[in-house]
Structure formats: C-alpha cells, structure tokens
C-alpha cells in the first residue's frame, strides 16, 4: 500500500516557473489524505514559493524546499541546513565573475537579491512567488544562507561549468532544470529530506511514490520504489526512474494519482 507520495513541481507538476498549480491538485491532495496517503512538495523553490503555490493545503502537507535543505510540516518549519558562511562567500564570488548570471541568496527568511534587474525581481516574486528581499549587497547579510540559486535564462549547465568544478567536492551542486544551478551544503538533497520524513513516520522505501524530471530528484526518487519519471524527464532521470508518467503538460503526475482514489 503506498503511504507517502513525493513530487518536484516545476517539470513535473508545472512548467518551470508556472506560478499557478491545476486547483485539481489540491482536491486529489485532499483525497489521497483520506485514504492514508500524506503528500510530499520536494522542489527547488525555498519554502514561501511552495507555501503560496499549495496554500489551499500548505496545512495538509510536507514540504521539502530549497532541495531538501528546509523541511516543513503543516505550515511551520522542521528544520533547515544552512552553508558555511564562508564558503558562501567564496561562491557568490565566484558567481559574480560572470556578468552574465544573476543570483538569489535564500535565507531562512526570506530570499535576498542584489541585482539591479527589475524584470528578474519581478518574476520572481510574481513568478514564482518568491519572497524576494531586495538588498544592497548579499555578502553584507548576517542571516545564514540555506541555498545559493545561480540563474541564466538558459544554457545554465554551461554557463557554470567552472563554478562546478571549483566547489562539487566543498558544496552540493545541483541543476533544476536550464535555468538554475543550486548550491547547498555538501549533504543536502531531496532524498536525504524525504528519507527524514519516511523514518518519522515509519514509512518504508516499498510504500512511497515519488515523481521528478531533473538531476536534483534523482536522490529523491531512489528513495520511492514507485519511482516515476515524467516523458519531459532529463534522459539520466528516466534512467533513474522504475516507472514514466506522462509530460508535465499533459498531467502525467496527476492520472497516476487519480489511479490511486
């Protein structure tokens, strides 16, 4: 009987930066609690995107955010796994040796931005509804940071190559989908956040469902026997995955959990 189902949003729920979810969601949510099943958000996004995007039901969930480094539960916070202050330093440095990318510092409370672009400000908050904080200068933050989110509108794998290769032995580094490359501390991940949630609720690997599309679910989904990848999967996650859904688009994630009512 599958107890806990987990799912990343953007590329598996939504288009990538979608701000509005299918209100059906929120009813299988609901449905799916009735028969035993809690429901897991596990996306990139820090806590008060997802919290705005599931509020009809931010109170009936779990939540893995900012790629596992925050977990809620119910609307509040569990807990939260922060970088090195210094080595977050050493990265947004980096980072802004390339003029061509942009960059958001996620915080526990809220998510900093120094950029001077006011279109990119806008469609975070309006976007994704990011509780963007717009400062002078990110490294004069006291606040410690959860997540380093690197953007590029596209072509961010590339873009970043040597950021990679400077700090994948010192940071967890991740891509979510073209557009973001995420750095966290070093054991951060969806998977070791989800594997937290099975052990308190005493729910076994053979009782959970998890979907994904991007190298950031993978860990996710190898803790999920019923391991779903969409068809708009990264060709590595497909690999990852025992089963495939439909695309994002056609709400694949969705008929496979009205299969379950």
Not at 82 to 90: C, K, N, Q, S
Not at 153 to 162: H, L, P, S, V
Not at 210 to 219: M, P
Request: aromatic share 8%.
């Amino acid at each position: 009987m599958i107890k806990l189902i987990v799912s990343d949003v953007d590329g598996t729920l939504v288009p990538d930066g979608s701000p509005d979810l299918d209100p059906e969601v929120f009813d299988i949510i609901l449905k799916l609690r009735e028969k035993g099943m809690q429901f897991v958000v596990a996306s990139g996004r820090p806590w008060a995107s997802v919290e705005s995007a599931f509020e009809p039901v931010k109170k009936k969930i779990f939540y893995v955010a900012n790629n596992g480094a925050y977990v809620g539960c119910h609307g509040r916070c569990l807990y939260a796994y922060t970088m090195e202050r210094e080595l977050a330093h050493r990265i947004i440095r980096k980072v802004r040796m390339h003029p061509e990318l942009e960059m958001v510092y996620a915080g526990v409370n809220g998510d900093y931005l120094d950029s001077k672009d006011d279109a990119l400000c806008d469609w975070l908050t309006n976007g994704y509804k990011f509780n963007v904080i717009r400062v002078k200068d990110v490294l004069e933050l006291e606040e410690p940071c959860v997540k380093i989110s690197i953007y590029k509108k596209e072509g961010i794998e590339t873009a970043t190559r040597d950021i990679y290769d400077e700090f994948k032995d010192q940071a967890k580094m991740a891509c979510a989908g073209d557009m973001w490359m995420d750095c966290m501390a070093k054991d951060v991940n969806k998977g070791k956040a989800v594997r937290t949630i099975q052990e308190s609720l005493g729910i076994k690997t053979e009782e959970t469902m998890a979907f994904g599309d991007q190298l950031n679910d993978i860990e996710m989904l190898n803790q999920a026997y019923y391991s779903f990848a969409v068809a708009n999967a990264r060709e590595e996650v497909r690999k990852a995955a025992r089963f495939q859904a439909d695309s994002n688009v056609r709400g694949g994630v969705l008929k496979i959990l009205k299969g379950l009512l």
